[in-house]
């Protein structure tokens, strides 16, 4: 017998966390690739700045993946009906190739921190712009086909399960940013869903703590503490 019978959940699922997420990951990867074409040729100062900003994206956007491999296509695989479980594959597809394209920008991190050179620096910018095309058409059809099963076939204790997940394997130097990199384009509905089990003194107070981090990182990233 299946470990998650196929009862949908008697009430639809809020999901709007995680459009918020995806809201971010598409600003920073659209803006990544100017940022390390706008690195002058030997520039090691600049380049380790950007690089700095690469890393935390990538260990952001493999982390969020992770979650979902490990915790969401299972299960619904096991719950949606058998015309519904191509759409699921499709993600752990795209997520596949992903990861791959993540690895050969990673890769090449260290070497440009190193260099700095113009040669580096325009194939880890064409690396990041292939990266982000895959990645928008990814959320695009997470967010339009996917995220309506699980709000439907996931209970409100499953998909809290994701975020507890989150927290609990994520970096916790890089919690603050990621939180503030959400927040900074998000619906305001999506990110209070983030932190709504928080307690009250914490819910008050993470929003103006990751505020003042992102902007702190996007002034010294992009110049500007509105990207």
Not at 1 to 9: D, E, G, Q, Y
Not at 13 to 22: E, K, Q, Y
Not at 59 to 82: F, K, N, Q, T, Y
């Amino acid at each position: 017998m299946s470990a998650h019978p196929a009862t949908p959940s008697p009430e639809i699922v809020d999901t709007s966390a995680m459009p918020a997420i995806h809201t971010f990951f598409r600003r920073e990867f659209r803006l990544a690739g100017s940022l390390v074409r706008g690195v002058a040729d030997g520039d090691r100062a600049r380049a380790a700045v950007v690089v700095d900003h690469l890393d935390f994206l990538h260990r952001a956007l493999h982390h969020h993946h992770g979650i979902e491999d490990d915790l969401l296509w299972p299960l619904l695989l096991e719950r949606v009906p058998e015309e519904l479980a191509p759409i699921v594959h499709l993600m752990e597809s795209q997520h596949a190739r992903m990861e791959e394209q993540l690895d050969a920008f990673v890769d090449l991190l260290p070497r440009f921190r190193a260099t700095a050179s113009a040669a580096d620096r325009d194939r880890l910018a064409d690396l990041v712009d292939t990266l982000y095309v895959h990645l928008v058409e990814h959320l695009d059809a997470e967010e339009e086909r996917l995220l309506p099963i699980a709000a439907r076939n996931m209970t409100r204790k499953e998909w809290d399960a994701l975020g507890e997940a989150g927290r609990a394997r994520g970096e916790r130097a890089d919690a603050t940013l990621f939180l503030g990199m959400v927040q900074h384009d998000a619906d305001p509905a999506g990110f209070a869903g983030m932190i709504a089990d928080a307690p009250p003194p914490v819910r008050w107070l993470l929003p103006k703590l990751a505020r003042r981090r992102f902007r702190r990182h996007a002034q010294q990233v992009h110049g500007t503490v509105t990207p």
